[in-house]
């Protein structure tokens, strides 16, 4: 198989799974990077090992487990060789807003692993003003539910969360209501608008703006 029949792989790929057709930039950034990868890491560019999408515009194309092509879909020079995120390393993460069941954004969890509700083992503040904001103003425990995501998955969330310019992921200690404790990421924001939520339970909100 040469490059072209490669590239011809590849976008049978993406068409079959996305329903995305390659420009021909995309085309010709994909054999550049493919004859970089063979000169300078002596990779087999013959075999992709699978083919994961970030938000239907980054395209990772694995040629080993760990290791491919980022491909940008809108915009070709973005696109980079590089270290890709896996699917078998597990992060623990505790969500308490439009993330959790029930609400509007649950989807970027449906194929994750449900550790179970908790709550935080430290005090919080959680505010609302259409969506939650926890500052680490001690008021309350914050509840929620406890997630084991893939590196994929946990981009997503950042992307959606704004991490690090707007919400910011950090690890803090959870207590499941079985009693065991864990460290999880959480998002924080100190906005610092909205109204208490004194039960730190999103779910008593009785609306939000998505």
Not at 19 to 47: G, R, T
Not at 68 to 90: F, K, V
Not at 168 to 178: A, C, F, H, Q, S
Request: charged share 30%.
């Amino acid at each position: 198989m040469d490059k072209k029949e490669f590239v011809q792989k590849v976008k049978t790929w993406l068409d079959f799974r996305f329903a995305v057709n390659l420009s021909k930039e995309h085309e010709e950034k994909l054999e550049e990077l493919l004859s970089y990868m063979e000169e300078n890491e002596n990779l087999n560019i013959l075999n992709i090992f699978r083919v994961e999408t970030l938000d239907f515009e980054i395209f990772w194309i694995y040629i080993e487990p760990e290791f491919g092509i980022a491909l940008n879909y809108t915009d070709p020079e973005l696109s980079e060789l590089s270290y890709l995120p896996s699917l078998e390393r597990s992060i623990v993460v505790f969500v308490y807003g439009t993330l959790r069941k029930g609400f509007g954004n649950h989807r970027y969890l449906e194929k994750a692993e449900f550790l179970g509700t908790a709550k935080t083992k430290e005090k919080y503040t959680m505010r609302v003003s259409g969506i939650p904001y926890v500052s680490k103003e001690p008021t309350s425990y914050i509840v929620g539910e406890i997630y084991k995501v893939n590196e994929i998955e946990l981009m997503n969330i950042d992307n959606l969360e704004g991490h690090p310019n707007w919400y910011k992921r950090e690890l803090v200690k959870v207590v499941l209501d079985t009693g065991e404790e864990l460290e999880a990421w959480m998002y924080f924001n100190e906005t610092g608008e909205g109204e208490i939520v004194k039960s730190g339970d999103f779910s008593e909100v009785k609306s939000y703006s998505f």
